[in-house]
């Protein structure tokens, strides 16, 4: 009980507090994260909401939950799409059971590196991408940087496919990333991302796959001691508005909207690199042994049926031509 009273006491002071911090805001839109503060995806969406607040007079003020405060990014999709959210920032994965065209950029190896993905995502294929957003109650508003995702686990060195074989791996909810591990003849697990550290821990899963900056900020590496370089998903992070709530706007205020968040991509990007290598030099320091010399062709090779099932229409087909066409 006292316990209950404390927890009930800080609640009402830290909602006192946001009250008071959002008390000249005429309108207060709430964002989702599942990072902590300080995350470059984080910063750049509370960088969108500086801008909003200054270029509105202060009229437009938006509140970052951060570190999954408001829920695992699968549900948190279902709120925004109902307005209960209004703007959330996820990774395309677990968009691509519902929108098609989130698959293609969601492909292992589609993208040749970070840069080929800046060009495409930057160009008209982004621009139809986010287009697509919009019949399933959603408004696209910019992508943001997610480095490459690779292979961690507990038991062993991965420094082929072989090696994979069995293994019991987490990936985001999406079928693409089921496939994909199938494909290479282990056992996805697909689960919300604040279940991941336990699931390593208790032996529920042996691994996972990520980019550096959320093995470290995670602590997935504290759990998971061997992390090979395959980079086999390059998968831009999207940040995306309810169109419910985008609707309750006025013209000008979307207008708004819309360039303060294309205005936060470059703090995204600088944040990210220097993350980057903030937090490889942490996991590396705390002794994670790091497999970097792989053969990725075996890899690549393996994809063909999950680029069939995935990506057969002519439609998706054509998306993956045109971004393989991208210089
Ligand atoms: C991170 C990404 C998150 C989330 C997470 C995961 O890299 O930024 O949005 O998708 O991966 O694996 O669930």
């Not at 080929?116 to 995502?121: G, N």
């Not at 069995?166 to 199938?182: L, N």
């Amino acid at each position: 009980m006292k316990k209950f009273n404390t927890m009930a006491a800080a609640l009402l002071a830290s909602v006192a507090f946001a009250g008071a911090a959002y008390a000249e805001c005429e309108v207060t839109l709430r964002s989702s994260d599942t990072h902590p503060a300080g995350y470059p995806t984080v910063a750049a969406v509370e960088h969108m909401g500086a801008l909003l607040k200054e270029r509105s007079a202060g009229r437009i003020c938006v509140e970052v939950f951060h570190s999954a405060q408001l829920g695992e990014e699968k549900d948190t999709i279902e709120q925004t799409k109902f307005g209960v959210i209004d703007f959330n920032r996820v990774s395309m994965g677990p968009f691509n059971n519902i929108i098609e065209e989130t698959k293609v950029v969601s492909l292992p190896f589609i993208f040749r590196g970070t840069d080929h993905m800046h060009r495409v995502m930057d160009g008209p294929i982004g621009d139809e991408i986010l287009a697509a957003f919009e019949p399933h109650g959603f408004v696209g508003l910019a992508y943001f940087d997610g480095g490459s995702r690779s292979f961690y686990n507990k038991q062993k060195p991965i420094t082929s496919v072989d090696d994979l074989k069995g293994m019991k791996i987490r990936v985001m909810q999406s079928d693409v990333f089921v496939d994909m591990m199938s494909a290479l003849g282990a056992n996805a697990t697909p689960m919300p991302y604040g279940e991941v550290y336990s699931g390593i821990q208790t032996g529920v899963i042996d691994g996972a796959e990520n980019n550096w900056p959320s093995f470290e900020s995670s602590g997935h590496y504290e759990v998971a001691g061997y992390y090979t370089l395959n980079e086999h998903l390059i998968v831009p992070e999207v940040l995306v508005m309810s169109k419910a709530s985008y609707d309750k706007l006025s013209p000008e205020d979307q207008a708004l909207v819309v360039q303060a968040a294309k205005d936060s991509i470059p703090v995204n990007r600088e944040l990210w690199a220097a993350r980057e290598k903030e937090s490889e030099d942490k996991v590396r320091a705390a002794g994670v042994e790091v497999i970097s010399d792989i053969d990725k062709t075996p890899f690549i090779e393996a994809m063909v049926p999950v680029y069939e099932k995935h990506a057969g229409t002519p439609k998706l087909q054509d998306l993956v031509t045109r971004i393989q066409a991208t210089e």
